[in-house]
């Protein structure tokens, strides 16, 4: 498909697990987002790439959270020791390089229980 | 003070009337100025994207920004009840950063 791609749409963890999040962007696109979004509340910034590199990860809550992407384009959001606080749903956006014009993918709603 | 203040609402217009969203921000810095939907369940697609203070018009949609005030609006002209959504503004100097949301309800 020619949109953003995140797996899995639904997770659901216990308490204290650890969870991946993956976000496939739309190809040449050299920008990545990931997001956070809470019931009624806007998307919360966590860290941007611009191709393999973190640009800015002044976002992420803690270092139970922690994104990688190696190969400049799939990208993984890993949550360490999960709380029931970090239950949202967690979206993942590209752009080409300089813009603000962001393709969001449907995001992976994450329940903590 | 949070970066940007947009009024979550909802907000409920009859099919036909002129809505008028805003969002106020903080940081001088802002350069480039968004507006974005979001249906239930899906993520927010793009709308409108300025640069500049004055207006930017796309078929019923107008995006205004005040940079002087600080105050951007997003006005939708003949609504219709497929615009019921909500509607989030977005600002960036480098990170993208969002409103709050506002929930909007066109009444048929």
């Known amino acids: 498909g020619a949109g953003v791609s995140q797996t899995p749409s639904n997770k659901v963890t216990e308490k204290g697990k650890y969870v991946e999040l993956r976000c496939d962007p739309i190809?040449?696109?050299?920008?990545l987002y990931w997001y956070r979004q809470s019931l009624g509340q806007g998307p919360e910034f966590l860290i941007y790439f611009q191709g393999t590199g973190a640009a800015d990860d002044s976002g992420l809550p803690n270092d139970r959270f922690f994104a990688v992407r190696p190969e400049g384009s799939v990208s993984t959001l890993k949550i360490q020791r999960t709380e029931r606080g970090d239950s949202a749903v967690y979206l993942c956006?590209?752009?080409?390089?300089?813009?603000?014009?962001?393709?969001f993918g449907e995001g992976s709603r994450l329940t903590v229980l | 003070q949070k970066e940007v203040e947009q009024d979550p609402g909802p907000l409920s217009v009859p099919e036909g009337a002129i809505v008028s969203l805003n969002c106020t921000y903080s940081n001088s810095a802002f350069q480039y100025f968004m507006w974005y939907r979001q249906y239930s369940r899906k993520g927010p697609e793009l709308l409108m994207y300025t640069y500049s203070s004055g207006n930017k018009e796309d078929g019923r949609f107008t995006a205004q920004v005040d940079k002087s005030s600080k105050y951007i609006s997003l006005f939708i002209r003949d609504s219709q009840p497929s615009d019921s959504a909500t509607y989030l503004c977005a600002m960036t100097d480098d990170k993208i950063i969002f409103g709050k949301g506002t929930r909007l309800h066109i009444l048929p």
């Open positions: 956006a590209s752009s080409m390089q300089g813009t603000g014009e962001l393709f």
């Open positions: 190809s040449g696109h050299t920008a």
